[in-house]
């Protein structure tokens, strides 16, 4: 029983990763509706696309048309804008959580595939567990405050002409994944912490007359 569990719990950690993966790199977590034609067309964690775009505050004027990286020369000169301290610490926040996904899908290939001592079986599934339902938190979290954010009009124009998008959806999903992935881990780790105090369970010496 214990095993099936196990095996549930790291294929939503699987799932959680593919969705974590595609959620963080595609830049579509906000995006203008498509009939309003505005300067702002769509961003993603590392990604800004305008169209005809010019900040206010730079007085070399330079006209924003196309998507562009966050971190690129291009930016530089509106960077403060676009990359607020609550933004970096989203960029953190979901770097670490799926860098934390990530090494749980690996130690949980290694414990399908039995390359961890029997004895520690059961604290491996309840420490990715707990790995598991810590990403909870700070998905939900980020994804709160991202949430919220997004409506301030000093960070983006017209935010009432602009949609939360498929991608804050990927991370969404990834957050749920990761709470039935921990709820399976830490039930199978259980299980198996029960099964091996069972077979250390000191037997009545036997006497023959």
């Known amino acids: 029983m214990s095993g099936t569990t196990a095996v549930i719990g790291s294929v939503f950690a699987g799932a959680a990763l593919i969705f974590m993966v595609l959620g963080f790199a595609s830049p579509y977590w906000v ?7 505005g300067q702002f067309v769509k961003l993603g964690l590392w990604e800004f696309c305008f169209n005809d775009y010019t900040f206010y505050k730079d007085y070399n004027g330079k006209r924003y048309v196309g998507c562009f990286y966050v971190f690129s020369d291009d930016m530089r000169p509106i960077w403060e804008w676009v990359s607020p301290p609550w933004f970096i610490g989203m960029q ?16 949980l290939t290694f414990y399908i595939f039995r390359l961890f001592p029997k004895q520690i079986e059961w604290a491996v599934l309840i420490g990715n567990g707990a790995v598991m339902g810590l990403n909870v938190i700070v998905l939900l979290i980020a994804l709160i405050v991202f949430g919220v954010k997004k409506e301030d009009r000093r960070w983006m124009p017209r935010p009432d002409m602009n949609l939360l998008s498929w991608s804050y959806g990927m991370c969404c999903m990834a957050g749920w994944f990761c709470l039935f992935s921990c709820v399976c881990l830490l039930l199978a780790g259980k299980a198996k912490m029960s099964e091996k105090g069972n077979y250390n369970y000191p037997r009545a010496a036997v006497t023959y007359t």
């Open 92 to 107: 953190v926040m979901f770097s670490a959580a799926l860098l934390f996904i990530f090494l749980s899908c690996v130690c």
């Open 31 to 37: 995006e203008s509706f498509e009939e309003f034609k």
